[in-house]
């Protein structure tokens, strides 16, 4: 039988982070070659790390990744590896795969299609790679093939597909298809997204089967550069039929998903198909012997939560989690410090916080999450999570006269079941101090009839010196703690509760948030990380409690219902459609459930405040990207600052909705 023995290899990088970076890359290839890998995919510029931005432009950059390289390649005795890394060749600089054979670089491939909407910039460094073109890249005193290249490694044909190439109609695994290729290797750097790794395991279980190959498939893992997450996703697959997929949002370094492939099945797959056999003089030969491996039974199966049909629960929980247990690492911080209102987006940081303690330790053991951590001194003599949670997250409740004895007891609730370090303290003296020093400076007293904005702002903002002051002191992170709806109408308060240094929940919408942390309550992580210290949260009604408790603030009444805010954003802003189209889709999803003026008000007020509230977005805390609804800047939606404010648009939806909602004439609607 004609059997080999492959791995996609996951890695946890950091940009231009060089001895870390090339440390667990070589333990990953050590690894392999003790558990008799033959070969072996990494991830796409794991040398580098994927988000060096416009670092790639450095002609450093380019160098040391050639050295890290050099130092990669004596690890490899008896093992065909890839590596991705950035080439510079005639002044352009290209994403390469380098595939190493038995200690010795034998070419580069180059990646063919570029991705550059959203999150991705690639155009902006790399240079596509023309498709059938071969040249020479010299280091040192060799030179190596490098670009549109095909191996034939101890006589099995061994092509690539980088990343987007493999997301493209005309993708290249159809070429080397052509040319009998064996195996397709991808290595990748695919960012999370919500339900995404369906889609890859498509294209990776279908390229295999139309083009008759064995495809393995390796993605980065963890918060690599501060925004985007790699969730670890690794396959392999055989034929149309998967063989294995690997673990997700591991908190580990690096991690093997390996398979046993059968040559003599992809070589049968490709013999009973019809195809014209296309030559190929740009494949390099290379002597390799694999080792003789008995027969193999290959096990595919979903991981515990995935199957528990509460995919998009589990996989914010976690994504979130390791990408903040990175940005606390990678950033060398002591720990987090969240201001605890007791409302939802506070709570659900803490809590999220606090499961990547719990999910850290159960994966790693407790030693192995505080070597993780070695550089923080707090938690080496901690024993436990709880203990770990105390050192590791801070909450601060900040209360003012119109603060209420339920948010209170909802935050002192939730910091008591966690085990975290809180402070309650009193911050209504020093609003009355502010309030007193611009009223003597105006000469007028302020009032909640003439001056409720104001008002609402200075107790909001006042909470972020004693927020900023515990993280200095305590040299941690403070986490902001807007979320997606308030950012796309503005409803925070500017250097108040939009302070901090990372925003862990702007990418996601009030509404479903509300609904996760009901779950993370009642269901939990895995069926069994629960949370009860949320209960008596989520019996609250969302409230700012900047007035006063006797007007009785309550968010939705200040904005809208979150369900229909929710509704309007996707529509207007993620589907781009005009207040028009989006007065129909309202219409359509809400027949019987808001009144036709609540959908035309809430749309007219939802596109002035979007366009009024752009200057907000460009300056919050970097957000983390969980899907196409991300309204962060610097990585996904793009507005201007200042603009029409979509007034000939909504001139036009209420000229529609006074003269031909539905097809019948209606009285004119007052605004």
Known sequence: MNLIKVAAGVVNQTPLAWESNKNNIIACIEEAKKQEISLLCLPELCITGYGCEDMFYAQSTCDSALDALEDIVLHTSSIAVCVGL?????????????????????????????ANNGIHYETRWFQHWPVGEKTELRIGEFTYPVGDLLFEVGGVKIGFEICEDAWVANRPGRELYLKGCDVILNPTASHFAFFKTQTRERLVQDGSRAFGV????????????????????????????????????????????????????????????????????????????????????????????????????????????????????????NGWVISLSGGADSSAITALCYLAIEMAVTELGLDGFKEKLKYIKAIQQCTSVAELSAALITNIYQGTQNSSSDTRHSATSLAKD?????????????????????????????????????????????????????????????????????????????????SGSISPIAGIDKHWLRHWLRWLENTGLGGTHKIKGLNAMNNLQPTAELRPLEAKQIDEEDLMPYDLLNAIETSAIRDKKSPTDCLKIMEMEFEGVYTREKLITSIERFFRLFARNQWKRERYAPSFHVDDRNLDPRSWLRFPILSGGFEKEIEEMLDYANNAGKGKRRGKIGF
């Open 214 to 333: 064995a495809y393995i498939y390796a993605n980065l893992l963890g918060n690599e550069a501060g925004r985007a997450i790699f969730d670890g996703d690794a396959m392999i697959a055989q034929a149309g039929e998967m063989l294995v997929s690997g673990t997700r949002f591991s908190y580990k370094d690096y991690y093997l998903t390996s398979a046993v492939i059968d040559l003599d099945k992809i070589r049968l797959e490709q013999s009973q198909n019809l195809f014209q056999f296309k030559a190929s003089n740009a494949i390099i030969q290379v002597l390799f012997d694999y080792p003789e491996i008995p027969p193999f039974k290959n096990h595919y199966a979903l991981e515990h939560w995935e199957a528990n049909g509460f995919q998009k629960e589990e996989e914010f929980a976690r994504a979130i989690a390791l990408a903040l247990f990175d940005y606390l690492r990678k950033s060398r911080s």
């Open 418 to 498: 966690l085990n975290t370090t809180f402070y309650d303290i009193d911050i209504n003296g020093l609003v009355e101090t502010y309030k007193g020093l611009i009223q003597g400076a105006i000469g007028r007293d302020l009032s909640w009839q003439t001056d409720d904005l104001a008002l609402q702002n200075i107790q909001a903002r006042v909470r972020s010196p004693s927020a900023w002051l515990l993280a200095n002191i305590n040299n941690a992170l403070l986490l902001s703690t807007s979320n997606r709806s308030e950012a796309s109408v503005g409803y925070a308060t500017m250097d108040g509760d939009t």
């Open 86 to 114: 950035p080439i510079r060749i005639n002044n352009h600089i290209y994403n390469a795969a380098c595939l190493i054979v038995n200690k010795q670089i034998r070419g580069f491939a180059c990646k063919k299609t570029l």
